[in-house]
Each structure stands twice: as structure tokens, then as C-alpha cells.
């Protein structure tokens, strides 16, 4: 019982030192919502929540939220993950003659309506399935998550350690009830000449053996899964005392952003490091620095 309240408030109060408003919400659910036309009807959902056969209804400014086909419209420009080179006008046309709509594309023009049907989603978009082939080599070998492997860190430590030292409490704490060292809430003794005196369900066996569960069930795992909550937390007031701006911050994401050795951005990306300053100023001919 201490171990899952100590679990719950450390877990209450890292939610309550992290920046939430209630706009911040509202804005990000709508950013991520598109409409969509379901059974005929036409309807707002999340990304997450697209499925195959429905007709996503795309504008300007939107990504194409997975892989399908050119339903409706004109003049229907995207421009491709990996190709932010290359101007908007330059962005090929899709049309009747090329029909394929990729996920993580870019709408840079249409009008009319324009309208696709959804193929594919989730791992078996063409995006995913390129970067499971570049991260892991074969596009049938599973993705390993750092959640998985917590888990299966946690099973492990549970079976190894938790179970023996469950164990040898328990056994350490029967000498004290068997010696009569242990009372019962009224304060008499549980066990007296081989004899008990109490009922089992009000005797200290029970709370013996709701240590030893406890032990198993929460403060191993519990106390693992804190640990990680805590490392990421602070990463996160670390990176944001950088002045890093952060989007994603899950742990699978840090896990791949700590093996990465080199960024590599096209013309039109901008990366900065937030140090900029002023060198020359001109407000006409002259500089005045």
C-alpha cells in the first residue's frame, strides 16, 4: 500500500510540473483531426483513427495522413517527404495518370474538392515500411521499442530477484510469529505453546504474505517504470533549459535521437541554435555596428 502511494504521488506530481492548458489540448486535438467521409456521411477524426476505404478530404497546407488513391479534384500538387528542395511549382501534379498518394506528403495546391481514398495505413504505409527497412534492415524483422524492452526487463527482474527476496521475507518474518513475537489488533498474542489464537484472515501470516506480493507485484515493476518516467522528466528540463524546442518527447523517441550522429537538412530546412545575433546593421548606406 506505501509503495503504490508513494508511486502514485510521485507519478501526480510529475504530470503537475509539466506546462498544460486546456487550449494547448484543444489546439493540438484539431491539428491532428481530418475530415473524412465514413458510410456516406462526412465527419472529423484523429489521423490514428483512419481506416482503409475511407475518403480523406485534403487542403492546402494538410499531409496526407496515409497511403491511397486520387479520388477527386484538381490540380493537386504534393510535395514528397524528403523532397522540400524542390520548388512548389516544381511538385508533380496528381491526377487520373498518377493516382498514388503517399503518407507524409505535403498539399502545396488543389482546389475543387480534392479527395482520396485511403489504401493503406499505420505500418504498412509506404513511409513506415521505408523506415522499418532502414532501421532495421529487413522489413520482417520486428521493431524492438524501449518500452518492450522495460518490459521485458521487468519480467525478468520480477522472476531473478523479486520472487527469492518475496521469498526469503517471508521465511525471515514467520520466526517472529511462530516465537509469539507478533499481536493481534486487540494486543494479545497470535500464537501461544502451538497454539493459534487468532483467526487467519485477522493474523500477521496474511499481512506476511501481502509483503511478500507486494514486493512482487508493485515496487519492482512500479519502481522500474518510475525510474524511467523520472529520467525522461529530466532530459525534458534539461533540453528545455537549452532552449530546445520538443515535439515528441516518448521515450522510443529519445532512444533513436540518442544514436543519431549526423542531421543532414535540405536548402530549405532551418536549423538553428537559438544563439543568433545581429552583425551588421545598415539603415542606409552605412552600417551602424
Known sequence: ???????FVAAYGIGSCMPSSAH?????????????????????????EIVVGDVVCLKIGDKVPADGLFFRGNNLLLLEEGDGEISDSDAPEVNAMNPFLFSGSQVVDGYGGCQMMVTSVGMKAKWCEMMRQHSCGS????????????????CSIRKKVGLPIALLGFIALLPRYFTGNTKSYEGNQEFVDGDIRVNFWDSSLLEFIGTAFTTVVVVIPESLRLSVAL??????KRMMADMEMLSDTSVSCCETMGSVTTICTS????????QMEVKDFYPGEHSVL
Request: net charge neutral.
Open 267 to 274: 536548402k530549405t530546412g532551418i536549423l538553428t541554435m537559438n
Open 24 to 48: 494547448k489540448s484543444k489546439t493540438i486535438i484539431s491539428l491532428d483531426e481530418i475530415e473524412v467521409l465514413r458510410g456516406g456521411k462526412s465527419k472529423k477524426v484523429s489521423k490514428s
Open 231 to 236: 529520467t525522461t522528466f529530466y532530459s525534458k
Open 1 to 7: 500500500m506505501l509503495a503504490a502511494f508513494i508511486h
Open 139 to 154: 522489413s520482417d524483422e520486428e521493431i524492438i521499442t524501449v518500452e518492450d524492452q522495460v518490459y521485458e526487463l521487468t
